[in-house]
């Protein structure tokens, strides 16, 4: 398996522009997760979804940021507009349901600027 | 969520065993403690979970105190790609949802 697929890997864009993150989970596999890195922050759980249904968005920083999953291979996180404050790496992770372990594998990230 | 603490970084020579410490004092009856890392411009990684008992597997063992108010990660023999972040987590048995800390910095020294 290829793992837990994003794209792009590196963004840069402009303040007020939209930006859209891209994930493709690990086949199989029935949790999707978004998480958001800085230094100041550390690793944050924005947003996750259960078979294709969001769950658990209270990371949501504001009503810039929203996520869907039209289906099970395929997610997008989308900042409209777009804020320097933004600027972070974006991971997604997935994780198929196994009781007491369910670990989680995270893509590579997205390394998002916003200037 | 239950917390845990761990030191924001140590130092280990290359090939001698490193004790990565974990406090979760509130930790409750069903958390399990997970353990991830995370490598330098990569996302973190699964490493080990335990329950009550000790535990290994290829990568690291994990200690876990009789009161389970404490843990410890163990690599038996640090290398230069050992140098990452390590996560100590407390995980509900169904539930998925994790909060990742702050970690400890591990740095191998050659």
């Known amino acids: 398996d290829a793992g837990v697929i994003q794209s792009p890997r590196h963004e840069v864009t402009e303040m007020g522009q939209e930006v859209t993150l891209r994930c493709k989970p690990i086949?199989?596999?029935?949790?999707l997760f978004w998480y958001r890195q800085t230094m100041m922050r550390g690793l944050e759980l924005l947003i996750y979804f259960n078979n294709n249904v969001p769950i658990d968005d209270s990371g949501m920083p504001e009503d810039r940021f929203s996520a869907k999953m039209p289906n099970a291979s395929f997610s997008t996180l989308k900042i409209q507009p777009s804020e320097p404050r933004d600027s972070a790496v974006y991971f997604c992770?997935?994780?198929?349901?196994?009781?007491?372990?369910?670990?989680?594998?995270f893509g590579p990230g997205t390394r998002l600027t916003v200037t | 969520d239950a917390k845990t603490t761990q030191p924001n970084s140590m130092e280990s020579n290359e090939e001698e065993p490193v004790h990565l410490p974990c406090n979760h004092s509130t930790i409750s009856g069903t958390d399990y403690i997970h353990w991830y890392r995370q490598l330098p411009s990569q996302g973190p990684e699964y490493v080990i979970h335990?329950?009550?008992s000790n535990v290994n597997n290829r990568m690291a063992s994990l200690a876990i105190a009789e009161d389970r108010k404490s843990s410890t990660l163990i690599l038996h023999r640090a290398t230069l790609r050992d140098a990452a972040v390590y996560y100590c987590?407390?995980?509900?048995?169904?539930?998925?949802?994790?909060?990742f800390g702050t970690g400890t910095k591990l740095q191998v020294i050659p």
């Open positions: 086949s199989g596999h029935d949790y």
């Open positions: 987590i407390l995980k509900s048995g169904g539930y998925q949802k994790v909060t």
């Open positions: 992770a997935s994780s198929q349901f196994r009781d007491t372990l369910s670990e989680q594998y």
């Open positions: 335990g329950l009550t």
